[in-house]
C-alpha cells in the first residue's frame, strides 16, 4: 500500500450506520459497529489495540484502514465558577473554542460549529472574527468526546457525566449542516453518549430552508437566535434576516415543532443591549410577535468585548424587560455569564481573534461569504 496516496479513515465522526458500512466495505461483520462506537465514546479509547472484544484480525484491519483523531488541546482554562473552557488546534492555525459549564448534577457542554461564522452579527465576537471554515464531524463530535474524557471512562448511556449538549459555539450550525446533523446523531446514539433529544440544543440565527431540511431528519430542541420583535431591527442585528424576515421563520419554527413527536416548546433568545433592543416598547412588540407559537423567552444581557461598542443594559432595564414579558405571561429567563472572566461567555468564543492578520483576511472572507448567503 503507498503510504503518500492511502489516507486513513477518521472514524471519530462516523455515525453508526456510516461504520457499518465501512465495515461491510472491509469484508467485516456490520453488527462489530456497535461495540466500536462504545469503545470510541463510552470508553473513549482511541488505540486499536485496546479494544479487546474485537478479534486481533479486525483490530488490525482497522488499524491499516482507520484512525480515531480528536483536535488537539492547546489551552484550557478553569473559571472560578467552575466553567471549563478548551481552545482546540484545528490544523492551519486554525483554532475552536469549547465550553463545560457544570451545575449540580448536570453539565452543559457548548460545542463549536464552524470556525468563525459568516453571518457576522452585529453583536458577536465570532461574527467580527469572520468565517473560515466548517468543521467535520470528527471534530464536532470531538469536542463532545475530550470534554467527556476529561472525567475519565467508562461512562456509559446512563451513567453519563455530560448531560447536555447546546451547539451554541463558534458558528452557525445550519451552515455546516450534514456534519453538525451527523454529530447529534452520535450525541443520541445509545452506542455513544445517549444524551435525550431534549438535551441536544442547536441554536440558529434563522437559516429558514436549513430549518425546513432539519425538521426531516432531526428533533432536537431548537433554539432561535431571535434579538429583535421587527425586521427592521433585527436587519442590522442579525444581517441575515433580510434574507429570511422574521415572519418566515417563525412559520419554519412552526413546522419543526409540528415534526416533534412530543410537545415541544421552542426557546427564543433575546440579547438585550443597552438602548438598543432593550426598551418596553420593544417588550411590547417582542411578546405580541411571539404569541403565536408556543416558546419561552431566554434573555441574555450583552457580553462586552473590546471590537464592540454596544453596551450591557443596566440591572434595572433588564428586569423592567423581564418582568414584563412574565406579566404577559411568557415563561422568561436571564442567562447568567457563567465564566466571564475567562472569556468563555457567550458571544465571547473568538479563537484566534487576536492574531491581528488573520482577522483581516477572515473579516474580508466573511464579507464574501455573507454576500453569498
Ligand atoms: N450561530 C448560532 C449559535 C451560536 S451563537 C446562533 O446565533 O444562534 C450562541 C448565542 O450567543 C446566540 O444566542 C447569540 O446570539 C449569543 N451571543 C452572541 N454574541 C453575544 C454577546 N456578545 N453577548 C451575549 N450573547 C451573545
Ligand atoms: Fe454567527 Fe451566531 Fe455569532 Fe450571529 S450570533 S455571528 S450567527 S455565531
Not at 163 to 188: C, K, Q, R, W, Y
Not at 234 to 263: F, M, S
Not at 306 to 320: A, C, M, T, V
Request: with cysteine; hydrophobic share 35%; aromatic share 6%.
Amino acid at each position: 500500500m503507498n503510504s503518500t496516496i492511502f489516507q486513513k479513515t477518521n472514524i471519530l465522526g462516523k455515525t453508526l450506520p456510516e461504520m457499518e458500512e465501512l465495515l461491510i466495505n472491509l469484508g467485516q461483520k456490520s453488527y462489530r459497529a456497535k461495540q466500536i462506537l462504545k469503545w470510541i465514546h463510552q470508553r473513549g479509547i482511541s488505540n486499536f489495540d485496546e479494544m479487546t472484544d474485537l478479534s486481533k484480525d479486525l483490530r488490525s484491519v482497522m488499524k491499516d484502514h482507520f484512525i480515531i483523531e480528536a483536535p488537539i488541546i492547546s489551552y484550557e482554562e478553569l473559571s472560578e465558577d467552575g466553567t471549563k473552557k478548551w481552545i482546540l488546534d484545528v490544523g492551519n492555525q486554525d483554532s475552536i473554542e469549547m465550553v463545560l459549564i457544570p451545575e449540580g448534577k448536570r453539565a452543559t457542554l457548548c460545542v463549536s460549529s464552524q470556525v468563525g461564522c459568516a453571518i457576522n452579527c452585529s453583536f458577536c465576537a465570532t461574527g467580527k472574527q469572520g468565517f473560515s471554515r466548517n468543521l467535520k464531524a470528527s471534530e464536532i463530535i470531538g469536542q463532545v468526546w475530550l470534554a467527556a474524557n476529561s472525567y475519565g471512562a467508562p461512562r456509559t448511556a446512563n451513567d453519563k457525566n455530560i448531560t447536555n449538549v447546546v451547539m451554541m459555539g463558534m458558528g452557525e450550525p445550519l451552515h455546516n449542516f450534514d456534519p453538525v446533523v451527523s454529530a447529534m446523531n452520535i450525541m443520541l446514539d445509545e452506542n455513544a453518549y445517549g444524551l435525550s433529544k431534549r438535551k441536544v440544543t442547536l441554536s440558529t440565527s434563522g437559516l429558514v430552508p436549513e430549518i425546513n431540511k432539519l425538521a426531516k431528519v432531526s428533533d432536537v430542541s431548537l433554539t432561535i437566535s431571535l434579538h429583535a420583535p421587527n425586521d427592521e431591527l433585527r436587519n442590522i442585528l442579525v444581517p441575515v434576516n433580510k434574507k429570511y424576515p422574521i415572519q418566515l421563520l417563525l412559520d419554519a419554527v412552526k413546522n419543526y415543532v409540528e415534526g416533534c413527536d412530543d410537545k415541544r416548546i421552542t426557546t427564543i433568545e433575546y440579547i438585550l443591549i443597552d438602548k438598543v433592543n432593550d426598551t418596553l416598547e420593544l417588550a411590547k412588540e417582542l411578546a405580541d410577535l411571539l404569541s403565536q407559537i408556543k416558546c419561552k423567552i431566554n434573555l441574555i444581557p450583552f457580553n462586552e468585548f473590546n471590537e464592540s461598542d454596544y453596551l450591557q443594559p443596566s440591572g434595572n432595564r433588564i428586569r423592567k424587560f423581564k418582568d414584563y414579558l412574565v406579566k404577559r405571561g411568557y415563561v422568561t429567563t436571564i442567562r447568567s455569564t457563567r465564566g466571564d472572566d475567562i472569556m468563555a461567555a457567550c458571544g465571547q468564543l473568538v479563537g484566534q481573534v487576536n492574531d491581528k492578520t488573520r482577522r483581516k483576511e477572515r473579516i474580508q472572507r466573511a464579507k464574501i461569504e455573507a454576500q453569498s448567503i
